[in-house]
């Protein structure tokens, strides 16, 4: 049973341009929705994370839009760049109480 | 890193060996993870520690052991390799206490032949 589901598995985007992954869950009682970013040969790491008492966090480029009715919540990079091309891996748990479910991630790649 | 760290960083082994791979944390963080990453498969959790000796198991456990007996140790255990457990590992910790950020170490490569 997926509980997370992450789309598109792969994404080009030219530079400048906007990048848009989305994801769904099905787990009403999750409450934390991070995105992680991950370049090769790395871990991933925290670039934002949003909680479903707001439909909206912005952090300089990086946007997380929730939509709670619908159980999706999306990604949007603003101004997309070559050095933004990595993995994004959206994740959802219960705060505090059980481990993140991982998407199965994203590869975007920005182009000149 | 979040002062993590993870031994070995490759490695090659053949089928039927036990494997153990290391993460220690400079931290004092009380949750620890273990995760497997395959091409198509994202991150898998295999287990995870709520504290010294409190373990328990993720969605791909099956043929992994874990041990913490210290804070800041986490071992991960193959017993008997095999190759579907040909894999990037990741080790992760959480501080809990109301801070719910996962650091992710750097991964252990492994190849089972």
């Known amino acids: 049973q997926q509980q997370v589901k992450q789309s598109p598995q792969s994404l080009i985007v030219q530079k400048g341009g906007i990048s848009i992954i989305n994801c769904a869950y099905e787990n009403t009682a999750f409450d934390y929705f991070p995105w992680y970013q991950q370049f090769p040969g790395k871990g991933p790491a925290l670039l934002i994370a949003i909680r479903p008492d707001v439909s909206e966090k912005k952090e300089g480029r990086f946007t997380i839009s929730f939509n709670k009715s619908a159980k999706q919540f999306s990604l949007h990079i603003m101004d997309s760049q070559p050095g933004d091309s990595a993995t994004y891996f959206c994740?959802?748990?219960?705060?505090?109480?059980?481990?993140?479910?991982f998407g199965k991630g994203t590869r975007l790649s920005v182009i000149a | 890193d979040a002062g993590i760290t993870q031994s070995p960083r490759h490695k090659v082994t053949e089928t039927g060996t036990p494997v153990t791979l290391r993460c220690h944390q400079t931290e004092n963080h009380r949750y620890m993870y273990w995760y497997r990453q395959d091409p198509g498969h994202g991150l898998r959790l295999i287990h995870y520690s709520y504290g010294v000796k409190d373990t328990d198991k993720g969605e791909v456990s099956d043929g992994y052991s874990v041990s913490r007996s210290k804070t800041e140790d986490f071992l991960l255990t193959l017993e008997s390799a095999t190759s579907s457990q040909t894999s990037v590992y990741f080790c992760?910790?959480?501080?809990?206490?109301?801070?719910?950020?996962?650091?992710f170490g750097p991964g252990t490569r492994l190849l089972v032949l």
């Open positions: 992760a910790i959480r501080p809990g206490q109301g801070r719910e950020t996962q650091y």
């Open positions: 994740a959802a748990s219960i705060m505090g109480n059980t481990p993140l479910v």
